[in-house]
């Protein structure tokens, strides 16, 4: 459960889920329960019922908004905000 953070996706809404997974992400960063380094990606796909390429999707749009950044070999770090 994400460090304390669930995401619930809804397969019957109009976002996507990657969509729905990144709105959870960011409001989890925005009030503070994700603070400096993002859960994996395996953990946040099996916590949310997800394939771990949605999580990249949702990751990758975070990065887009300059929210968080991926080092290689070392993991994904949100930004100071």
Do not use: C, H, N
Not at 14 to 24: N, R, S, T
Not at 49 to 65: D, H, N, P, S
Request: glycine letters at 14%.
């Amino acid at each position: 459960m994400l460090g304390g953070v669930k995401i619930d996706v809804d397969p019957g809404s109009a976002d996507f889920p990657f969509q729905q997974l990144a709105e959870g992400l960011r409001a989890a960063i925005a009030d503070g329960r994700i603070t400096r380094r993002m859960p994996p990606m395996s953990e946040v796909a099996a916590d949310s019922g997800v394939a771990v390429g949605t999580v990249q999707r949702a990751y990758a749009l975070l990065v887009e908004e300059g929210l968080i950044r991926t080092v290689k070999g070392r993991g994904t770090f949100v930004l100071g905000q």
